[in-house]
């Protein structure tokens, strides 16, 4: 690798892979926040102040349950809370399909 591409990429290809896997999540979550704007705002009809009022119960939630999702982590493993915590995520997200 070049120098400055080195400095940027990280060698151990583990870090590399969570990396480009956090790179993918931010920029899917910065396109879902985005359309949910839009979602909420236009298709069923909620203000500017509901509309951040629901996102922000959104984020609220998502912080809040970092410190639980932690002690699972410890108990039960990291692949495991990651892959039933973005199934339960897809179902939310797929489940806006029903709110009227």
Do not use: C
């Not at 400055?4 to 990429?9: M, Q």
């Not at 069923?44 to 998502?62: D, F, R, W």
Request: proline share 3%.
């Amino acid at each position: 690798m070049s120098s400055r591409l080195s400095k940027l990429i990280h060698e151990d290809p583990i870090i590399r892979k969570v990396s480009a896997a956090s790179l993918i999540d931010r920029f899917g979550n910065g396109l879902l926040t985005s359309i949910l704007v839009i979602y909420f705002s236009f298709v069923e009809g909620l203000g500017p102040s509901m509309t951040a009022l629901a996102l922000s119960i959104g984020a609220a939630a998502g912080l809040i349950m970092t410190i639980p999702a932690g002690h699972i982590v410890d108990r039960v493993g990291q692949r495991t809370v990651v892959v039933w915590s973005m199934t339960a995520n897809g179902l939310a997200i797929f489940a806006l399909i029903f709110v009227h």
